[in-house]
Each structure stands twice: as structure tokens, then as C-alpha cells.
């Protein structure tokens, strides 16, 4: 049992998603293996209001909540006085947004982990829970196949996109850029890896060289934060925040 944050939701949900794979499958496997959900209510309006908001077709953000509403796994908690008064808590505590605090405090009120993409929400959530992302992203990867190595070009991208907010970034996902690892132990080399972003109102396309990532390393936010800076470095124009 986990509660999941509606970053999870609206990836799975919605295709264009950077992290859309990665949660579907994390998905799957976690109630595949007998899990379930819980969430505050406002997750339904949270995900309702950002799948409208990104297809531009409210029928989907309707959708959307139809699916949640029937998904037998899912149990949602409405926000009484105690949840309420524990999320200010940590929402004035760690500066965290309100919305955020919901989750937060419903995982500490079920002794439960907290599965999210949210960043900040994870790094400043963990001081009171066990705040994570999906299990595909964070545990040590025993395989490379091509689905993890674009969930890994993914979040290299989101770091990046963290990093400068203002530029839009994408890694190249061509089949015959990927190395698979036959097994375990095997390093994992992203050669001659393209990445594309705006810098200084002018569109960028740079080929960067390897990254090589082993099957035991954990994609947590410090590993994606120093590929980042490998990237930055060999990118003319782009410099660390």
C-alpha cells in the first residue's frame, strides 16, 4: 500500500508525459503484485484540472476522474480537520505548497510511503516520510532494455528542464544509440547521445559524448543532477544555475 501523488496519475494517464511509461508500468507491476492506493480526495480535481489544462479537451480531465473514481485499488480520504491541521503543519514547516502537504501528512497519518515525481515535494517530504519515485526510476537496475533507457532520457531531461526552467530540452531516443546490458555488472553507454534545447532565444542541437551509467546505480536526484552538469559541459552557451 502506497499513497501516490497525483504527478504518478496524470502520468499515467497522459500519454505525452515524459514519466508516462515508466508510471505505467510501475502501475501495473505494483497492483499486479497485490498493492493498493490511497490519496487525499484532491487528487481527483488535480488530476482532472491538469489533463484539461494539457489537451485542451475538458471531456479527458472528465474521463480522467471517472477512471479514478473506478479504480478498485484506490482509496481516497477526504481531508478532515486532523489532515488539514497536520498539512499546515508541514506545509509552513518544510515550504512545501499546500496541495503538496496533503499527500505528505496522509502518508504520515497511514504510516505509508509516498510515491510522487514531484521533487521538491519528495526531498522536503522525506523528512517526515518515505517519500519516492516509481520503483522503475529509483531501484538498482538489474537490466538496461530500451524502456528504462528512455525512462532514464526522460528524467535526464527533466533535470534538465529543472535546471533552466526557461528552455525546452530533449534527449534522443534512437534505437540504434542504445547499448543494452546482457546482464548485470554491465555498464550502460549512451554514445554520441543527442540533446536539443534553446539557449539564448537560439534553437541548440548538440551531440554529446558518452555517459556511461552501471546497472547498480540508483537514478536518484544526485545521480540525475551530475549527468546534468555532464551534459552542461559540453553544451557552448550553457552554463550551471
Sequence with gaps: MAVVDASIMVAVLH???VFHEVSRQWLERHLNAGGTLVA???????VAGVISRETQKPNLGHQAVRWLQSLPELTLFSIDAALSSQAAEIAATLGLRGADAQYVALAMQQGLPLIT???QQRERGRQRVDAQQPDALLRRLEVMDAPLYDALASAIEQGLQERHPHRIWRVERADERRKVAERSGVPVNFDGVTVEGNIAGAQVRQQVGIISVHPS????DTFIDR???TIEAQIPGLSSP
Design 40 to 46: 487525499p480526495n484532491l487528487l481527483l480535481s488535480e
Design 117 to 119: 515525481w514531484d521533487r
Design 217 to 220: 546505480t540508483a537514478l536518484d
Design 15 to 17: 500519454a505525452p508525459d
Design 227 to 229: 549527468i546534468a552538469k
